[in-house]
């Protein structure tokens, strides 16, 4: 198994932050056009829709709820619906610093050599820079889109 962690700091609240994560209006801004809709409890199913040809696109990826503490952790399944290379779990640990919010991504549990392992170590840093400029400027950052 591999598993990938990312580090970076948001000059934002960290109420934002979490907000942001899990605001279907919101994720389309920066997770890829994807928005994530569900239940944001333990065990409530996820499906991340594709927007960039209108409001219902197709599901790329499922998943379900593991761990939510409101403002410090989410943590989830992740499987990509046309793949069966089962699931991984991605985890978000967020912390206050000075004049910042420190976001902890880990994504554990991926199969070596998987296409799943290749996309997500593409796909992390680019959310995450659009993340980060989504909610340190209000404008999307306007990735291409493979």
Not at 41 to 62: A, M, Q
Not at 122 to 146: D, F, V
């Amino acid at each position: 198994m591999a598993d990938l962690q990312h580090v970076i700091y948001i000059r934002t609240a960290l109420e934002l932050l979490f907000a942001a994560l899990t605001d279907p209006e919101q994720t389309p801004h920066f997770f890829l056009n994807c928005r994530i809709e569900g239940r944001w409890e333990v065990g409530g199913d996820l499906s991340f829709v594709e927007t960039s040809r209108g409001p219902r696109g197709p599901t790329v990826v499922k998943g379900q709820v593991v761990a939510i503490e409101p403002e410090q952790v989410l943590a989830y399944t992740f499987a990509i619906a046309q793949l069966d290379e089962g699931d991984s779990e991605v985890r978000f640990q967020l912390s206050r610093v000075p004049n910042a919010t420190k976001l902890v991504v880990d994504h554990t549990g991926l199969v070596e050599a998987s296409r799943t392992l290749a996309l997500v170590t593409e796909g992390w840093p680019a959310i995450l820079s659009s993340l980060k400029t989504w909610l340190e400027t209000g404008e999307p950052l306007g990735l291409p889109q493979r």
